[in-house]
């Protein structure tokens, strides 16, 4: 039981740039999150999915593209990226009833130039 | 709305001293869920506990001991007998029952002085 996987650890883009990050989990869960965070600002909702087939926006959705085909997947996109999109990004997911507690993959520290 | 207020931005404390980390949130539900993460400099996030709106019993476990108060609104997190292993950020986080999504506080940030 890995728990909740993302891919890379670290990566750096030049403007513009696309990239996907990978985020896994083996815990058969229907919730999965992507958050980004900044320094002094804590973490941040990105998109959310509460099931296969099923994605939402979080609280700064704008410059991500997220999709949910399985239920163990849940990437997240960055279509062009921007200087401002330098944060580090975490997924995390939980089980299908809201009152399960959220387990955090390692995160991605991202870097755009 | 739903928000949660870290007032702490940083915290020193000598080993072996106690210290309380503050939290306070804001939420029209009747039901919801308040959360503790610890984010040593490693970077995980590791889960230390969730409290229910309906279970205003202090928790203890450890060193560890958490203040649920619902007239108050605050949900306040004490160390006791701080280690060097306790210097971490720690977030404070809100859920709502009928919802997934989950409101995080900015952190406070402790270091423990050996």
């Known amino acids: 039981n890995a728990g909740v996987t993302q891919t890379p650890k670290f990566q750096v883009l030049k403007t513009g740039q696309s990239m996907t990050l990978q985020c896994a989990q083996d815990?058969?869960?229907?919730?999965m999150s992507w958050y980004r965070q900044d320094p002094g600002m804590g973490l941040r909702l990105i998109h959310y999915?509460?099931?296969?087939?099923?994605?939402d926006q979080g609280e700064v959705p704008n410059g991500y593209n997220v999709s949910r085909s399985t239920t163990e997947d849940f990437p997240l996109r960055l279509l062009s990226a921007a200087p401002s999109q330098t944060s580090v990004y975490f997924c995390?997911?939980?089980?299908?009833?809201?009152?399960?507690?959220?387990?955090f993959g390692p995160g991605t520290r991202l870097l755009v130039l | 709305a739903q928000k949660v207020t870290q007032a702490q931005t940083e915290i020193s404390v000598v080993e072996k001293e106690d210290v309380t980390l503050d939290c306070v949130y804001e939420?029209?539900?009747?039901?919801?869920?308040l959360f503790w993460y610890k984010q040593p400099p490693s970077g995980e996030l590791v889960f230390l506990i969730r409290?229910?709106?309906?279970?205003?019993q202090n928790e203890i476990s450890g060193r560890y001991s958490w203040n649920f108060q619902k007239s108050t609104s605050s949900f306040n997190f004490t160390i006791t007998a701080s280690q060097v292993v306790d210097s971490a950020v720690y977030f404070c986080?809100?859920?709502?029952?009928?919802?997934?999504?989950?409101?995080f506080g900015t952190g406070t940030s402790l270091t423990v002085i050996p």
């Open positions: 995390a997911s939980s089980a299908s009833q809201g009152e399960e507690t959220q387990y």
């Open positions: 815990m058969n869960h229907e919730y």
């Open positions: 999915s509460v099931g296969a087939g099923i994605t």
């Open positions: 939420t029209r539900d009747t039901t919801y869920y």
């Open positions: 409290r229910n709106s309906f279970d205003e």
């Open positions: 986080a809100l859920q709502s029952y009928t919802g997934n999504q989950f409101y």
